[in-house]
Structure formats: structure tokens, C-alpha cells
């Protein structure tokens, strides 16, 4: 018997996503003659049954498509609204999986994807995961698709942004998506020359940051480039949020409005910091400052070519793996190939950036601040 296989994509979108699932899908069908079926809007298609059959007509011209033909939500299996409440979805999800009679799940997402991938494979189903995110912060792959386009978009930003703040003489500062990983603000931070690029793995201190954009104006440029990362804090942020989770934790008994964890208190901090970064570099400089904040335009539109490349060498590879039977494992990029690492040995991990990495070496020799 031909083996089935379900396929569906999950979390944020990111370009590439249509050119991996269509490499999945070619190989699948034409290549290994086995059947294939879509799941809607991710976990959340899956637990509701809501399918999309996939045949060689509307696997075709999908290639260079930006977003997912599938949907996708951020909805998990074993917390997810439903009717008002949040609920545990794994039986209705495994059911649904027993029901397509599928032999292999295919989930293309980042983190979170592969945190639930994990959920399914300790039921006893067998999932197979592909490494998608701009964000670049999977763990156990060299690349995610998504990473490459975002890239580009993000430093032609930079390279525009330049312009008008050179004729204008001021500081821009440009907001790059990336919670918890600064490899995309990293990037285009080097691949568009920002003069500082602020990163979650590097706690910034904004004296410095005007430091450097004060030597820059010395030195006969009086406009600066900050390429930010959406995670990256100061420190004095930092010591704001260590002291607001202690004065939390003793006011959580009288019932005040104080934040009680980490998260609540960077929360507090997160919205605006982009916009209080570039005032308070207008006060230390005495240079004019605004904000761009890239925001979803990095996530949307045509894969690059790279990406295109990436998606369908981890599409064509998870066919390899299915026809092969072998399950439970993200295709990750090593080298100049491909390879199937065990879910559990990378779920709930992320790839932030190491300070010794060479990407920060170089922005450093070329005279880039990070604001440390
Ligand atoms: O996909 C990862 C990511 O792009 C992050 O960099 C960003 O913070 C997040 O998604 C925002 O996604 P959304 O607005 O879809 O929740």
C-alpha cells in the first residue's frame, strides 16, 4: 500500500513555505508515488478535520508564491481555544491523524512547531519537521528558510534608510523583528553597514550607543544607522525588569498590579523602547532621530532564490525520509547537506547568536558599536 502523508504549516508564515511544500508534494507524489493531503491554518485544521487535497495542479506555480497556500495560526494541540476555553486537542488531533489513515505528519514551523511536533511524536504518531523561520534561531540546522528573504528585505531597508538619513543628518533607528535571536538584525546590520547593531544576546548601554554615533559626527558623519533587534534591552532595562520582578514577587499577596515574572515585566518595557532609545540618543547627541520599524513587510512577499533553493532541498529531503521510514526527526542543513536530527534533542531549544561568533567579529573589525 502507497503510504499517506499529511503535511501542514504552523506559527508565524515566512517565505519559502509554498516552495517547501511543494517540494514535499512533488517528491511525494510524483517522485515516490505516495499520497499527500493538506491540513488548514495548522494545528488547529488538523484538530477540526478542515483538509486541502494536493495534487500536481495546485502544487504547481506555488514555487516563487510568498505566505502559505495551507494557512497557518500559532494555535497549539495541547492549549487552544475552543469555545471560549482553553483545551488539551492531542486525542482529537491524533484522532484526526488515524482518521486520514496518514503514515507521516509533516509540520513545517520554527520552535514552537517543533515543541508540539515533539507532543504528537510521545503519542505514538509520526511526525517529521522542517525548520522554517526568519528569525534563523532553530537549533540543530545551520539555516531555516525564511531567514534569506528576510535578510534581504531587512538590508535593503538599512540601505535606504541611509539615504534620507544622510541627507538629513540624523539617527535612524530600525527595528528588526527577532525575540530572542538577533541573526537577522545581525545580518543586515552587516550587510547594510549600520554603524550599531543592538542584539538580545548583547545587553546594550545607551551611553555608548551615543558614544559612538558623537565619534561618528566628529569624524565628519552626522547621521547614524541603528539596526535593533525587536528583543534586544538595554541595561538599564534589564535592571529595571530585575527590580520589578523582586518588587513584584512581594506585592503578588496585596493584590497590586505589579509585575510577577520576567515576562510581564519586560512586557511593560518592550512597547515603546524603540521610540525611547532614539529621544534619549536626540538628548546625548543633539542629532534628530526617528524610527522605522520594518514589522511584517520582512515576512511577506517572494522567497529569494536561496530560500527557494533551502525549501525545496528540506522538501525533497522529508520525502527521502518518508519513503524510507524514517520518522520523529526535523530535517536540519548541515554543510552542504542534509540531515535528520531527533526532535527531542532540539525541541525547546533556540540558536541564539554565541558572542564569539565570526559574524560579530567582522562587524566589530569594520568598526561596528553593539553597544557593549
Ligand atoms: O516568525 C518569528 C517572528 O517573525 C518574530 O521575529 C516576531 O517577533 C514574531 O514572529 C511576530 O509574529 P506575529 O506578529 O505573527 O505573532
Request: hydrophobic content about 45%; charged content about 15%.
Given at each position: 500500500?502507497?503510504?499517506?502523508?499529511?503535511?501542514?504549516?504552523?506559527?508565524?508564515?515566512?517565505?519559502?513555505?509554498?516552495?517547501?511544500?511543494r517540494g514535499?508534494?512533488?517528491?511525494?507524489?510524483?517522485?515516490?508515488?505516495?499520497?499527500?493531503?493538506?491540513?488548514?491554518?495548522g494545528f488547529r485544521g488538523l484538530m477540526e478535520n478542515r483538509t486541502m487535497p494536493l495534487d500536481r495542479s495546485n502544487l504547481s506555480g506555488i514555487l516563487t508564491i510568498g505566505g502559505t497556500i495551507l494557512g497557518t495560526s500559532r494555535d497549539k494541540p495541547h492549549k487552544m481555544p475552543v469555545g471560549g476555553k482553553m483545551l488539551n486537542m492531542l486525542d482529537a488531533i491524533a484522532d484526526n491523524y488515524h482518521a486520514n489513515h496518514l503514515d507521516c505528519l509533516v509540520c513545517l514551523g520554527g520552535g514552537g512547531t517543533l515543541k508540539n511536533a515533539l507532543r504528537l511524536k510521545q503519542m505514538g504518531l509520526n511526525v517529521i519537521t522542517l525548520p522554517k523561520t526568519i528569525d534563523n534561531d532553530v537549533a540543530g540546522t545551520d539555516s531555516t528558510f525564511g531567514f534569506d528573504t528576510a535578510l534581504g528585505i531587512a538590508t535593503e531597508a538599512i540601505d535606504r534608510l541611509h539615504?534620507?538619513?544622510?541627507s538629513h543628518h540624523r539617527i535612524i533607528v530600525v527595528e528588526i523583528m527577532g525575540h530572542s535571536a538577533g541573526w537577522l538584525t545581525l545580518g543586515a546590520g552587516i550587510a547594510g553597514g549600520a554603524?550599531?547593531?543592538?542584539?538580545?544576546?548583547?545587553?546594550y548601554d545607551v551611553e555608548s550607543v551615543a558614544d559612538a554615533i558623537r565619534a561618528r559626527a566628529r569624524g565628519g558623519s552626522p547621521f547614524s544607522i541603528v539596526a535593533m533587534a525587536e528583543g534586544a534591552m538595554s541595561k538599564q532595562d534589564l535592571a529595571t525588569i530585575a527590580a520589578a520582578k523582586a518588587n513584584g514577587k512581594k506585592s503578588a499577596n496585596r493584590g497590586q498590579d505589579k509585575p510577577k515574572t520576567d515576562d510581564e515585566a519586560a512586557e511593560l518595557l518592550y512597547a515603546d523602547r524603540t521610540l525611547r532609545l532614539a529621544k534619549r540618543l536626540e538628548v546625548l547627541t543633539g542629532l534628530e532621530a526617528r524610527v522605522t520599524i520594518l514589522g511584517h513587510v520582512q515576512r511577506g512577499g517572494a522567497p529569494s532564490a536561496g530560500d527557494r533553493l533551502l525549501a525545496t532541498r528540506l522538501g525533497t529531503a522529508c520525502a527521502d525520509l518518508i519513503a524510507k521510514g524514517t520518522y520523529g526527526v526535523m530535517v536540519a542543513t548541515k554543510g552542504g547537506g542534509t540531515t535528520p536530527v531527533k526532535i527531542e534533542d532540539v525541541a525547546g531549544k533556540v540558536k541564539t547568536v554565541p558572542h564569539n561568533h565570526s559574524w560579530i567579529g567582522s562587524a566589530r573589525r569594520v568598526g561596528t558599536n553593539f553597544g557593549d
Open positions: 500500500m502507497n503510504k499517506s502523508v499529511g503535511i501542514l504549516t504552523a506559527g508565524g508564515d515566512s517565505p519559502g513555505l509554498n516552495a517547501a511544500i514535499v508534494g512533488k517528491a511525494v507524489l510524483g517522485y515516490y508515488d505516495m499520497n499527500i493531503v493538506g491540513f488548514r491554518d539615504s534620507t538619513a544622510h554603524d550599531v547593531v543592538l542584539i538580545p544576546e548583547i545587553p
